[in-house]
């Protein structure tokens, strides 16, 4: 299967600039046949959209989901998107990786778990679970950013026998709070592959060195960083649990 991890400048946002952008990307890896499409950490509003302007966190789908949903189901991919959402359950706000199947539909969700708790992220409340969610052939299991950093979760997900552990990020890699070798770890503590879906920029966070990475049996295969705008593009060997590729297949956009 063909993997698609789009390393994008959207952590400023607004969301009506980001989802135009998700979906011009989406259609330039379903060309090179992508099969799964990954997202960074709220790709779709931003990550700072909560600083800087009014925004009501909406029930997903809202509008702008609903149009990423459409564009799962017409090119038949799955995409795992990095949103803010609200509970219809609670009425609290998450952090979010929502993961819309091949008929558009959304088919399971996690939560982020851990947060500095600064002002980009004091509007979101904190999930408390760990489960792979079933996409076809593969389970797959979902930590965003930070909760990487805390081995438990790796090695429930092992645990609960997910195929891979993918983890849409905002995580620079310099300074004290950088990710260090946690991806890393997090792939010897489960016996999985991790990859790992960063993003570029450099607005209210330096992001211009923020690494995306393929990591397998602890042992980093390849990653790529850069101030452009890449979709990053790779073969998976679902029967060996290996990757294909030697390096990333790097698509402008």
């Keep these: 299967m063909k993997i698609a991890l789009l ?7 607004p969301e009506e600039r980001n989802v135009k952008l998700l979906g011009e990307a989406i259609d330039i890896v ?10 960074p950490e709220t790709a779709l509003q931003g990550y700072y959209f909560a ?14 989901v609903k149009a990423l949903c459409d564009k799962a189901r017409n090119h038949g991919v799955t995409i795992f998107l990095g949103c803010a959402e609200r509970s219809a359950d609670d009425g609290k ?3 979010s990786c929502l993961v819309i199947g091949p008929d558009g539909e959304i ?30 052939e593969m389970k797959a299991g979902i930590l965003i950013c930070a909760d990487s950093w805390f081995m438990e979760h790796s090695r429930e ?8 552990i993918m ?17 890393e770890r997090c792939s010897r503590e489960s016996g999985l592959p991790v990859w790992v879906c960063n993003q570029t920029g450099n607005g209210i966070l330096d992001l211009s060195k923020a690494e995306s ?20 593009v790779f073969d998976w060997d679902t029967v060996n649990r290996k990757t294909e590729s030697t390096d990333f297949d790097v698509i402008p956009v």
């Design 7 to 13: 390393h994008m400048d959207l952590s400023d946002g």
């Design 30 to 39: 379903v060309k090179k046949g992508a099969d799964w499409i990954i997202t």
């Design 51 to 64: 600083m800087d302007r009014e925004y009501d966190v909406q029930v997903q789908p809202g509008s702008s």
């Design 93 to 95: 706000c998450y952090n």
């Design 107 to 136: 088919i399971g969700r996690h939560w982020k778990m851990h947060s500095h708790g600064g002002a980009s992220e004091a509007w979101a409340s904190l999930g408390d679970s760990v489960d792979y969610v079933e996409c076809g």
């Design 157 to 164: 997900l092992k645990e609960k026998k997910a195929d891979v």
């Design 167 to 183: 983890i849409p990020a905002l995580w620079p890699p310099a300074g004290e709070c950088g990710p260090g070798d946690c991806w």
């Design 213 to 232: 990475a393929v990591i397998v049996d602890g042992e980093r295969k390849f990653s790529y960083s850069g101030i452009e705008q890449a979709a990053l």
